[in-house]
Antibody, heavy 117, light 107 residues
């Protein structure tokens, strides 16, 4: 079965950093691109960026460019999203999703990140 | 960035009704459009890709159409389990972008 399993919930203070992991099973991460999508409480989906684990190429949404880094550790079949200089409006559920391509067909279960002083 | 404008933002319909949601892109995106369904408290699910192709396993009451800038998503006969928020998503040009969502409720 093809699955993405994300790391657990995080609580961070403003200005801190958070890293969310997304471990794939049942397939190899280098065969696909991976998106990161977030959803603030009561709000819609926001595309954050994506990574090609095979090449390491990334593309980030302008809103978070400069604060976000997406990486891969192919030895453990895992992709990561690091967000720095956290603000209260970064509070959201963060999802990783596999690009099939032309569609996100496998999603992680989501990771709640709460930013609060 | 390409802006995706979905309408309506919310919709109430009866079981068996035909439901239509529209999505307009701020520039030509050819047919590079997905539709996702997100049920309350759940992870989004891909329903349609390339504007009109049904993902494997998705019921045939769901359909999509359009190209260029104007797209439509239709549920032919609404079922109780279709209660969800629906999102369009363009993947023609980076950065990819979502519509703001349409929350569908049963009357």
């Amino acid at each position: 079965q093809e699955l993405l399993v994300q790391s657990g919930a995080e609580v961070k203070k403003p200005g801190a950093s958070v890293t969310v992991s997304c471990k794939a099973s049942g397939f190899t991460v280098t065969d696909y691109h991976f998106h990161w999508v977030r959803q603030a409480p009561g709000h819609g989906l926001e595309w954050m960026g994506w990574i090609n684990p095979d090449s390491g190429d990334t593309n980030y949404a302008p809103k978070i460019q400069g604060r976000v880094t997406m990486t891969t550790d192919t030895s453990i079949n895992t992709v990561y999203m690091e967000l720095n200089r956290l603000k209260s409006d970064d509070t959201a559920v963060y999802y990783c999703a596999r690009d099939r391509p032309r569609g996100m067909d496998v999603w992680g279960q989501g990771t709640m990140v709460t930013v609060s002083s | 960035d390409i802006q995706m404008t979905q309408s309506p933002s919310s919709l109430s319909a009866s079981v068996g009704d035909r439901v239509t949601i529209t999505c307009q892109a701020s520039q030509d995106i050819s047919n590079s459009l997905n539709w996702y369904q997100q049920k309350p408290g759940k992870v989004p699910e891909l329903l349609i890709y390339d504007a009109s192709t049904l993902e494997t396993g998705v019921p045939s009451r769901f359909s999509g159409s359009g190209s260029g800038t104007d797209f439509t998503f239709t549920i032919s006969r609404l079922q109780p389990e279709d209660i969800a928020t629906y999102y369009c998503h363009q993947y023609d040009d980076l950065p990819f972008t979502f519509g703001q969502g349409t929350k569908l409720e049963i009357k």
